[in-house]
């Protein structure tokens, strides 16, 4: 029987959908609008970002284009004539809360037919048209290469064709759009030194969803650091997969590597911190760990993926490195910066993993003392090397108890290190309110840990630099007074 709704249980239905979608947020992130522009925009869309920091950057870019076709963000799905899942494929996991999250959606689509539902970024780029057929509500699939023919395919869509490009390329870095930084703190942004990734770790679905490892022009990179630290921002991250690989040769002949794009970007000004990732541990040089040492606005942090502790699995894995490697990486690292703060990924349970080749993981770690770890259990990607070649043998119990005898060992490790700076004076760069209190102001020391501390009636603000004695730590904070 068909029956219609008076406008008030329209929205109510509405607001119990939105609920539900919003409890259902976990690791999205939705983008505000600057609201100043709200009014200047015909439409609207609203934009979720899963996966790495890659991904976010990237949502930036999409809605940089979005904007130049008329079409402003906003925070609130149910108003969006076009909702945008910008997803990642690097765990099944990550896969899954995708296809919850468009489920969710499914329901406000039916209540707005009109509505646009596009997925962009890694997903899009794995599954391609297939996406279209697996979850019908899908308009749009677009590959993270393919972004500037956005416009082009939202109006395919608006005409009521399904549209897809996944096109991969060569030479993509979106090195002349400015992004818009929508949901930003105004003093910490991501910029996108290099797209795609040539390593073929036999676990990563990274170089199929990515494509051919590219650098960005050195110039644009430095401008885009110059224009935020004229707009006031006071951190960029440098992003890339493999970030030490970085090289671009310019129009003039000169060569920049990595080494030296940290440097160029250092001399912006002292008052703008550098930060970057990913570091892989078979390509960082010497050169880029002086060049850290060199500049106090280049933080001392190293994200260095270890992934495991046994050369067997890392061969199979084709790390490229050993292990003996990965700790002459770590004890370098060291003797050049001892003050460097040090993050890993690891993997549990990749394919043969015996006991004794993690009990090699866990010593690797308490050789190399990371202050932070991501840790994840392996999870078998299709057409990966790894799924092609070795059978995904290890079971989702043994997986789980390693990757927990992991995590325990680095809780351990990392309550140790934030203990060990009770005592100590960080220069930390506000960042904004404390979560718990607007009384305290949080930021990140150089190591990249966060530090909570009183504002005591002082006339700072956001962007600003302080000293900071550290009292007291939990695990993953560290709280002071300043100094
Ligand atoms: N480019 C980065 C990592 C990108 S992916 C690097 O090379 O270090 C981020 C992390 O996800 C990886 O470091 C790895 O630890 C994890 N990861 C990637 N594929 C995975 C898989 N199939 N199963 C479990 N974890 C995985
Ligand atoms: Fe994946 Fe390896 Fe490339 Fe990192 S370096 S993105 S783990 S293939
Ligand atoms: Fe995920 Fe793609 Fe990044 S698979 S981790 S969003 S590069």
């Given amino acids: 029987m068909m029956s219609y709704l008076c406008k008030n249980q329209k929205s109510e239905i509405m607001a119990e959908l939105l609920q539900k979608v919003q409890d259902e947020t976990r690791q999205g992130e939705a983008y505000a609008p600057f609201k100043d522009e709200l009014n200047v925009f015909d439409k609207k869309f609203y934009i979720e970002s899963y996966g790495c920091q890659m991904n976010f950057s990237d949502s930036e870019i999409v809605a940089s284009i979005l904007h130049e076709q008329g079409f402003g963000a906003t925070r609130n799905f149910e108003e969006a004539d076009l909702i945008l899942l910008n997803t990642c494929s690097i765990r099944e996991k990550a896969e899954q809360t995708v296809r919850n999250r468009l489920h969710a959606f499914r329901k406000v689509k039916d209540n707005n037919p009109g509505?646009?539902?596009?997925?962009?970024?890694?997903?899009?780029?794995?599954?391609?048209?297939?996406?279209?057929?697996?979850?019908?509500?899908?308009?749009?699939?677009?590959?993270?290469?393919?972004?500037?023919?956005?416009?082009?395919?939202?109006?395919?869509?608006?005409?009521?064709?399904?549209?897809?490009?996944?096109?991969?390329?060569?030479?993509?870095?979106?090195?002349?759009?400015?992004?818009?930084?929508?949901?930003?703190?105004?003093?910490?942004?991501?910029?996108?030194?290099?797209?795609?990734?040539?390593?073929?770790?036999?676990?990563?679905?990274?170089?199929?969803?990515?494509?051919?490892?590219?650098?960005?022009?050195?110039?644009?990179?430095?401008?885009?650091?110059?224009?935020?630290?004229?707009?006031?921002?006071?951190?960029?991250?440098?992003?890339?997969?493999?970030?030490?690989?970085?090289?671009?040769?310019?129009?003039?002949?000169?060569?920049?590597?990595?080494?030296?794009?940290?440097?160029?970007?250092?001399?912006?000004?002292?008052?703008?911190?550098?930060?970057?990732?990913?570091s892989h541990p078979k390509d960082i040089t010497d050169d880029v760990l002086h060049t850290m040492a060199k500049h106090h606005n280049i933080c001392k942090y190293i994200h260095l993926p270890v992934q495991s502790g046994n050369t067997?699995?890392?061969?199979?894995?084709?790390?490229?490195?050993?292990?003996?490697?990965?700790?002459?990486?770590?004890?370098?690292?060291?003797?050049?910066?001892?003050?460097?703060?040090?993050?890993?990924?690891?993997?549990?349970?990749?394919?043969?993993?015996?006991?004794d080749d993690h009990q090699d993981t866990l010593s690797v770690m308490e050789n190399s003392r990371f202050d932070m770890a991501y840790m994840f259990s392996y999870s078998e990607r299709p057409g990966t090397l790894a799924a092609r070649r070795y059978e995904d043998d290890i079971t989702e119990d043994v997986k789980k108890r390693r990757l927990t005898e992991i995590i325990n060992l680095q809780n351990a490790h990392s309550r140790e290190s934030y203990k060990n700076d009770i005592g100590k004076t960080f220069e930390v760069l506000i960042e904004g309110n404390s979560k718990k209190s607007d009384k305290d102001w949080s930021g990140r020391n150089s190591q990249n840990k966060m530090v909570v501390f009183p504002k005591n009636n002082m006339p700072l603000k956001k962007g600003d630099y302080v000293q900071v004695n550290i009292t007291s730590a939990t695990s993953a904070t560290l709280l002071g007074e300043m100094v």
């Fill in 115 to 278: 509505m646009l539902i596009g997925v962009l970024g890694c997903m899009a780029e794995r599954l391609k048209a297939k996406f279209l057929e697996e979850e019908k509500l899908v308009d749009i699939v677009v590959g993270p290469d393919a972004y500037r023919s956005l416009p082009g395919l939202i109006t395919e869509a608006e005409g009521g064709q399904k549209s897809v490009n996944v096109l991969l390329s060569r030479d993509e870095t979106y090195a002349d759009i400015s992004p818009v930084r929508l949901d930003s703190n105004g003093v910490t942004a991501f910029v996108s030194i290099m797209r795609g990734c040539n390593n073929m770790c036999t676990f990563c679905v990274v170089p199929f969803t990515r494509g051919r490892e590219r650098s960005r022009d050195a110039e644009s990179i430095v401008n885009e650091c110059q224009n935020l630290f004229d707009r006031g921002f006071r951190e960029v991250t440098l992003l890339g997969q493999n970030v030490d690989s970085y090289y671009f040769t310019a129009t003039t002949g000169e060569n920049v590597n990595f080494a030296d794009l940290l440097e160029k970007v250092a001399l912006i000004s002292p008052l703008l911190r550098i930060r970057f990732s990913t």
């Fill in 312 to 355: 067997r699995i890392l061969q199979l894995m084709n790390r490229t490195y050993t292990r003996e490697w990965y700790l002459s990486k770590v004890k370098r690292i060291r003797e050049i910066m001892p003050d460097c703060g040090l993050s890993t990924d690891v993997i549990s349970g990749f394919c043969t993993e015996t006991e």
